[in-house]
């Protein structure tokens, strides 16, 4: 029997792998896992795929963490910028309207303070308008009631979001207090063509007084 055992098993082992392809190929797993294992167990701790997997996602997330921080950033300060200059805008807006009715004695500071009121929206943070300190506005009205044209002009500082002060110092970007600078003008004609091609021009006097005269005109 042990003859016909060797028979079979010189003669027939090739047929046998070819026969049960599976049970081969678990055996060979199986050889290389115990061959993993020991040398793992040598070096004194055993391999696992689960832990590699772990680590890689900790070695790629280490990486795009930062990224994703700088996409974000890029994304903010163009909005903050944005939206303070659309706030400027309007203010001036306002402020050329209400400016053209001003007459050449009367104060400034009534109206700077009606447009600073207008600025209110945008957030006292240091990111939006630098207010710690010393308020950056400035706000700066030409031309009155007898003017043709006026203007409001508005300033502001902005400090830099993180990542960002240094390369707009670098790029000179930012002023000597290492803030952005942002200046909106806006300039409006006070009167209508029409009223500026009167006879009596834009003294409102004059005009006061040629509507009495039409007034007595009219009464006799």
Known sequence: MGRHFSVLRKGEMGRLWEIFPSSALCVRCLVLRLTTFGSGALRGSTPSVHGCLRGQSTVEGAFLIPVILLLLMLLIQPGILLYNRVVMQSAASEGCRLISTRSSGDSLDA?????????????????????????????????????????????????????????????????????????????????????????????????????????????R
Not at 194 to 216: F, H, I, Y
């Open 111 to 219: 109206y700077e303070g009606y447009v600073t009121r207008r600025l209110g929206s945008v957030p006292q943070q240091k990111n939006f308008h630098v207010h710690e300190g010393m308020c950056t506005w400035e706000v700066r009205f030409d031309g009155g009631e007898e003017s043709d044209v006026v203007t409001v002009t508005i300033k502001n500082q902005v400090e830099p979001l993180p990542f960002f002060d240094f390369g707009a110092r670098s790029l000179g970007l930012v002023n000597e207090e290492g803030n952005f600078v942002q200046e909106v003008s806006v300039s409006t004609r006070s009167k209508s063509a029409w009223v500026v091609g009167n006879e009596q021009g834009l003294n409102p006097d004059a005009w006061v007084s040629r509507n009495r005269s039409t007034a007595e005109r009219n009464a």
